[in-house]
Nanobody, 120 residues
Framework: QVQLVESGGGLVQAGGSLRLSCAAS????????MGWFRQAPGKEPEFVAT???????RYADSVNSRFTISRDNAKNTVYLQMNSLKPEDTAVYYC??????????????WGQGTQVTVSS
């Protein structure tokens, strides 16, 4: 069983930056694809970014060139650096992990989420 705990959310003004962290338990973190998703009030969850075990990355068009996903396998942690934030980035951000996530887009483990609010 893998447990994921997000941190780093908060309130920021438009144009500002935040870095989210997701700490994972378990010895097999380095084998997992990790992803970030978000859900805004009244909207469906949406994909934000993913990183494979070999550190290939993919991003949603809406965040490409503004957000950067990275991982530190020694710390069992994945990060999401968010720059040039916009009010439309306001959402609860969730970390996810799964062996096949990079290929299938499906993740087995999910964190509880962290709120990001961007004021205009």
């Amino acid at each position: 069983q893998v447990q994921l705990v997000e941190s780093g959310g908060g309130l920021v003004q438009a144009g500002g930056s935040l870095r989210l962290s997701c700490a994972a338990s378990g010895p097999t973190f380095s084998r997992y694809a990790m992803g970030w998703f978000r859900q805004a009030p009244g909207k469906e969850p949406e994909f934000v970014a993913t990183i494979s075990w070999s550190e290939d990355t993919r991003y949603a068009d809406s965040v490409n060139s503004r957000f950067t996903i990275s991982r530190d396998n020694a710390k069992n942690t994945v990060y999401l650096q968010m720059n040039s934030l916009k009010p439309e980035d306001t959402a609860v951000y969730y970390c996810a992990g799964g062996i096949t996530g990079w290929i299938t887009g499906k993740y087995d483990y999910w964190g509880q989420g962290t709120q990001v609010t961007v004021s205009s």
